[in-house]
Structures are given as C-alpha cells and as structure tokens.
C-alpha cells in the first residue's frame, strides 16, 4: 500500500500476458519483456494494488487497475494491445483489488478494499455490467491483506484478510446466496497482517499461511477439514515472519516463501513433506535479503519460481527459480526502470512463461503520478537459435528445427503454424522432447537481410476434452548472417 495506508500485501496472481512481435528482435530471448501491449506501463496513475489472472478457456490475460485509488478498470489483453472491458468500478477511495475467474460461468469477480465504506466488496461482471455478489460490502469493518480464490471443486469464492474490526484472520464463502464464514468469525489466536489462501488442488481444502502474533510473529499455516487445524507446527518461521505467500505445486505439495524479519529480512521457501517444513534450497542466492516474495510454478516441469524484491539492487525486482540444488536468476536483476512496491508473479497456462504485475514508484515524477502500473513477460529463448548464411536468391530454403523449452503440449502438425521475422514457414513436423517441444520448419528466407529474426507459433493442445489456441513468441530466434 501506499503511505496512507497500511503495508504492502499482495494477494495471489495467476498472471499471463502475450506479446506484439516486431520483425526484427528489440532485445535477446531469456531476457524480460518491458513493453507488453505496446507501452511500458499500462496505468501512470496507478494508485492501488493489483494482480491479472487468464480467462479460463481463452487463457487471455485481464487486468484490474486502480487508477488515482478511485476508479478499478478492467482490462483485456488482445495480443497488441490492453482494451476496457464494461464500465469503471468507482468510489470515494479504493484499493487491492484482486482479481479471480469463476472456473463454471468464466465470468470475472473482483474483491477489492472500499475504504469509503470501511468493508471488503466482491462484483462480477455479467458480460454488460457489474453485479454485486451477495451485498454491496460483505465484511463488517475494513478488510486488507485480501487473498480470493475460487474453490476448484465447488467453484464457491473464497475471500481470506486481515479484519481490521479485531486485528485478525478471517475467511468467507459464498454459498450461492450469501456469504458464510468458514470457521469462526475470527480463527487465529493473535493480531495478523499477514494473510494468503490457497485451495489443495488433491482435497480442495483450503488452506491460509498467516504471521500469528500469539506465537511471536512466526509463520502458521492452517487448513480447513472441518475445522481449522495447524499444518505442521504451529510456528514454522525462526522468528517474525512478514510478506508470506503460499501455493501448491502439482504434486499437492504446500510451498511458502516469507521474510524471516529478524535475520535481516532473510528470504526463506519451505515445503510440507515427510510431515514436516523443511526448507528449499535457502539462502536465496546471493541476495543478503528480499521482501514481497511471491512464488509459482511452471505447469510443464513443476519447478518452483521466486520473484522478490530487495534493497540491494535498489528496491528492485529478482526472479529466481530452483534447479533442485540452488536458486538461480531468471534474467538479470533489477530489470524494472524505478522502485518496485507490489508485485505478482504467474505462469501462461499454454506457453509455461512467466510473467510478473507490479507498481513501479517513480518520486521524481509529479504527484499523483509516482505510481507506475507494469507487466512483464519472460521471453524464453528457443533452445537453439539456428544461424543460417544471406542468399541473395529467391528461391534459397533450409530445413530448421527449433526447440521450445517447457512446452510440453498435446499437439499435432496440422495445429500448428510459424512465421519468421512475421513471414509464414512450411512446419514439417511435429515432436514431443522430454518437457519440450521440437519444431521443424522449411524456411524459405530468399534476399532476407542480415540480421536476427523473432519468431511467433500459433497451436492448438489439448487440454482434456478441450482444445485450445494459444501463441508462443521468441526474440533473435533466427540469425541470418
């Protein structure tokens, strides 16, 4: 949050953006996408937190933007650029909002804090207008810290956050009708900022991860079977633990990632195995410390990914993933222009990419614009990157093949398509490689000039009885010497 308000929480992201292609690459592959929809930042007067999720059958990406904290506008990525979709969502003043699919209807709900109203109101939009889901303020005082899922089983919306009315935990279920509290009113013992929900995708429990103050500060996570129950001890962290986030990998396995506040913000993950935390990979690289951390996993291979931010890059953004050994960078780091405030991190549920939402703090620039709404997209570079020698005919061709790195898809021939530098290509077949993908093309690049070519594949994969399009795009894929 911002200066007037009460910290910095951002709840979970599932988060994905395609990009525009120009013919000829602006940046090398493995390297960070700054421009996605054309621009650097989708808001310059982005005043409040934020998240995207995909449209569960189009995988789309959408955004809600809160703008000069009184308006929420979503929005929709076509692939060129970020379009409105219905009306602004506006109050006196306004913040996280978090953004969620309803997996049944595909329609999106937004929660968001109302601080005109002092409660927490969740809509949806119906295809032509915002809708109340049950009544207009569904918490009995303010609410942060706010973590919305929808159950994968039931497809009720969860709503979990910091009641401002009692200092603790809460969490709420929409029934169809009403919102019902999940447990008690209040289920943690001691004062809590901290709060992130995550559905077991085995049971479709829900479970939280918060920082109890009735134990020191340190990190809790409970689950719910019924009643609320501590997943393993009830103090996992060291010592008082700030910014936690948890998710599942595909395994069912429960992951954490939090700042143990008293060992000079060191940043931890932890996952329950054995029947017990035990940590993954720690320290974080060579970072001494790292806060807001946010964690995912790629869908193909199940590696868990980390972005954070730390001071000792100027309060900028670094992505690690863990190789089963060491957390290493994804990109460089502190890829982002200015300082980094909140922060999201997804994969494409198609393309595996990640990509990352946040708010860039500019205090140079002129108030009330210091706050800079961006998403990046990770753009993974083809295994290999084919260089081939300038023909000044024609009708010059070669056989090419290229390896997609973790995309480990269902697909065929027939379904899918590759332009070069925006050029279409013979495909000539189609193969599965371990988690990739290998693409071989006849490339007919007659008097193309020297230089680097980007590359853009359309294909459908089947998704169990679905079949879904989707694009993956790689810079300097192609080098034309």
Not at 124 to 136: I, M
Not at 410 to 416: H, I, M, S
């Amino acid at each position: 949050m911002k200066n007037h308000k009460i910290g910095i929480i951002i709840g979970g992201l599932a988060v994905g953006l395609i990009l525009s292609i120009a013919l000829k690459a602006q940046a090398a592959g493995d390297a960070w996408e700054t421009t996605v929809g054309g621009s650097a930042y989708l808001s310059d007067t982005s005043y409040g937190e934020t998240n995207i999720a995909y449209h569960p059958t189009t995988h789309d990406p959408y955004i809600a933007v809160v703008d000069l904290a009184s308006s929420i506008q979503l929005k929709h990525f076509d692939g060129t650029s970020w379009e409105n979709v219905g009306s602004s969502v506006t109050s006196g003043e306004l913040d996280e909002v978090r953004l969620a699919f309803n997996p049944i209807t595909n329609q999106p709900y937004l929660a968001y804090w109302d601080i005109t109203i002092h409660k927490v109101v969740v809509v949806r939009y119906d295809g032509s207008s915002w809708v109340d889901v049950g009544p207009h303020g569904i918490t009995d005082s303010d609410g942060t810290s706010l973590s919305f899922a929808f159950n994968p089983g039931t497809g009720n919306p969860y709503l979990a956050y910091w009641d401002h009315g009692n200092d603790k935990s809460a969490i709420k279920m929409f029934n169809g009708s009403s919102w019902e509290n999940v447990g008690p009113t209040s289920f943690t013992d001691g004062d809590t900022y901290y709060t992130s929900l995550a559905f077991n995708p085995a049971t479709n429990e829900p479970y939280v991860a918060i920082d109890d103050e009735a134990n020191g500060d340190k990190l809790r996570v409970i689950k719910y079977t019924g009643s609320w129950e501590n997943v393993g001890d009830a103090g996992i962290s060291s010592g008082k633990a700030t910014h936690v986030n948890m998710a599942f990998d595909e395994n069912a396995v429960p992951y954490v990632v939090y700042t143990e506040k008293d060992l000079g913000k060191a940043l931890k993950v932890k996952k329950f195995t054995g029947g017990a935390w035990q940590d993954v990979g720690n320290p974080m690289g060579d970072d001494p410390s790292g806060e807001v951390g946010r964690i995912a996993f790629c869908p193909s291979t199940n590696v868990p990914y980390v972005a954070y931010i730390t001071d000792f890059v100027g309060n900028n953004i670094v992505v690690r993933k863990y190789n089963g050994d060491s957390w290493e960078l994804v990109g460089t780091k502190g890829f982002n222009t200015s300082e980094a405030i909140d922060l999201d991190l997804s994969f494409h549920p198609a393309t595996n990419e990640p990509y990352l939402a946040f708010e860039d703090y500019n205090p140079s620039d002129s108030s009330p614009i210091y706050y800079h709404l961006a998403a990046y997209k990770f753009n993974k570079a083809v295994s290999n990157r084919p260089a081939i020698a300038y023909k000044n005919k024609k009708s010059a061709k070669k056989n090419v093949t290229f390896t997609f790195k973790d995309l480990k898809i269902t697909t065929k021939k027939a379904w899918v398509k590759v332009w070069l530098g925006g050029k279409k290509q013979k495909v000539r077949s189609v193969k599965k490689s371990g988690n990739n993908l290998k693409v071989a093309l006849r490339v007919k690049y007659g008097q193309w000039a020297q230089g680097n070519y980007n590359l853009r594949m359309q294909f459908k994969k089947k998704v169990g009885k679905h079949t879904h399009t989707d694009n993956w795009r790689s810079l300097n894929a192609l080098t034309i010497n």
